[in-house]
């Protein structure tokens, strides 16, 4: 049977070996590699898919999984391997093809990965910038552009227009100025233009008489906000 997952930041080396394991994936044992094509995991930004020297090991590993494996970008991944990487279709939309098993979702894409219908949003702000170099392990385009901001904001008018459309997913890296502010209590000063986009989406879409769920990570949290709003981490939540 088709089965979608999603689960939070794996930080590449630091923790996917250990987060696509039973210890937290107890659903795994159960997969069959024969129906991996039927099976997709989805990761939340900060991947670390594509991150230093390990790309190669981390690939190998994960062409071993009896899923294949989708993913959105964060701040902690290298956003120019991603420019580079070759755009093929799939689910109804363009992807990233990093291998025959793992695929990156792009920004403001809509998806339609079995039954869901899926609207993706990568991206989000460092905090950490300053400890980072440029173009080494920080890179610029982290923060969505404006540009592609106003291509989401086309897709999902374009999405929202749509009749048939019963219910929506929206999976992101960051979140809501207002539902950040429930998770985090402090303030660095840090303004994220990604949270101002988001705010947006979820005005607009709050507008329309649809069934609505929006799952994030980067805060390394596992945390049903509200209704709405899930923050997830190591959990794996399946959509179907």
């Excluded at 956003?79 to 992807?95: M, P, Q, S």
């Excluded at 607009?204 to 069934?211: C, S, T």
Aim: proline share 2%; aromatic share 12%.
């Amino acid at each position: 049977m088709s089965k979608v997952w999603i689960t939070g930041d794996t930080h590449g080396e630091l923790e996917i070996y250990d987060r696509f394991t039973e210890k937290y994936f107890p659903q795994l044992g159960s997969l069959d590699m024969n129906e991996r094509e039927e099976n997709y995991v989805i990761i939340l930004g900060d991947a670390g898919i594509l991150f230093g020297d390990t790309n190669d090991d981390i690939l190998a590993f994960l062409d071993e999984m009896p899923f294949i494996t989708l993913w959105i970008d964060g701040n902690h991944d290298d956003h120019a391997l991603i420019e580079e990487l070759d755009r093929t279709k799939k689910f109804g939309n363009t992807v990233g093809k990093v291998s025959d098993s793992v695929f990156h979702l792009m920004r403001g894409k809509h998806y339609h990965i079995h039954d869901l219908d899926i609207f993706t949003f990568g991206g989000a702000k460092s905090i950490d910038k300053h400890l980072r170099l440029e173009n080494v392990d920080w890179w610029e385009a982290e923060v969505p552009s404006h540009e592609e901001y106003e291509e989401g904001l086309e897709t999902l008018e374009l999405l929202l227009a749509n009749t048939e459309l019963n219910k929506l997913y929206v999976l992101s890296h960051s979140c809501p100025t207002d539902i950040k502010s429930r998770l985090v209590t402090y303030d660095l000063g840090i303004i994220d233009p990604t949270e101002y986009y988001l705010t947006d989406f979820y005005n607009r879409i709050l507008d329309r008489d649809i069934e609505y769920h929006h799952f994030f990570g980067h805060f390394h949290e596992d945390e049903e906000i509200d209704d709405i709003f899930t923050s997830v981490y190591e959990e794996f939540i399946e959509l179907i």
